[in-house]
């Protein structure tokens, strides 16, 4: 999933709103993942600030790629059920 070619496709596949706030994973490994969001005009709201949903989104792609990661790497493997 650090390959940014196959991120985006699955952003572009998965997560489409993903995809258009830009949102960019940095780092992933067993005790944590870094996302990262652009500050850009579909993620700004009137005040000039980022909007609670992009910032909710970002949070929630880092736990579930986390909680993923994890789960892929298991014996036996494991379900995962969102």
Do not use: Q, R, T, W
């Not at 390959?3 to 709103?17: A, D, S, Y």
């Not at 910032?55 to 969102?82: D, Q």
Request: net charge positive.
């Amino acid at each position: 999933m650090l390959n940014p070619f196959f991120f985006k496709l699955f952003l572009f596949l998965k997560l489409p709103m993903a995809f258009l706030a830009g949102l960019k994973l940095k780092e992933l490994i067993d005790e944590h993942s870094v996302v990262l969001i652009k500050y850009k005009y579909l993620n700004k709201n009137p005040f000039g600030s980022i909007y609670f949903a992009c910032l909710s989104m970002e949070g929630e792609l880092a736990s579930g790629m986390l909680a993923a990661s994890i789960a892929n790497k298991s014996k036996p493997k494991l379900s995962m059920l969102i």
